[in-house]
């Protein structure tokens, strides 16, 4: 990674997160909908972060397990969104564990998971998370959200307005 793409990232960041984290705090004090009042491509980025967040500190077991997996479809779809094949795929394989019906209920969610460990080991999911950890695609999915949440934010500045 040459060092002007690795600072043009953290200039991505440092401006362009604190947007998404005002619009999602505003959604989540002001509607009981919460999350769900964000634009697609904004719950896409939430969804991101955690399955980022939860595969570096544990595995998508951990991402599974907490409140986090209940944004497992929209991290799949966000993944496809931005042309991330492998990290789609390794996501996608890992989703179809749970079977046809993927339980957004935590409770459901976690007895699935349990069945799932029994029956194909706690590592179930290891390769699955080295992929999505590993940056198997050209480009690293957090770098695409953060772009593509720029690209969002300049094309659209009222949201930001709106969330005052």
């Known amino acids: 990674m040459n060092r002007l793409y690795e600072t043009g990232m953290n200039r991505l960041y440092e401006t362009v997160w604190p947007k998404l984290e005002k619009r999602w705090e505003w959604a989540e004090d002001n509607f009981a909908d919460g999350i769900a009042r964000l634009l697609p491509q904004e719950q896409q980025a939430v969804a991101l972060w955690w399955l980022e967040v939860e595969c570096n500190n544990g595995s998508l077991s951990q991402f599974f397990f907490n409140s986090s997996g209940e944004f497992a479809l929209s991290a799949l779809d966000g993944l496809q969104r931005l042309k991330l094949p492998k990290t789609y795929a390794a996501l996608h394989s890992a989703i179809a564990y749970f079977g046809g019906d993927y339980p957004l209920d935590r409770e459901r969610r976690m007895d699935k998971l349990f069945e799932i460990e029994?029956?194909?080991?706690?590592?179930?999911?290891?390769?699955?998370?080295?992929?999505?950890?590993?940056?198997?695609?050209?480009?690293?999915?957090?770098?695409?959200?953060?772009?593509?949440?720029?690209a969002l934010y300049r094309e659209r500045p009222e949201l930001l307005e709106e969330a005052v």
């Open 118 to 150: 029994e029956q194909f080991g706690e590592d179930v999911f290891d390769e699955a998370s080295d992929i999505i950890i590993g940056g198997a695609d050209e480009d690293y999915f957090m770098d695409l959200v953060l772009a593509d949440l720029d």
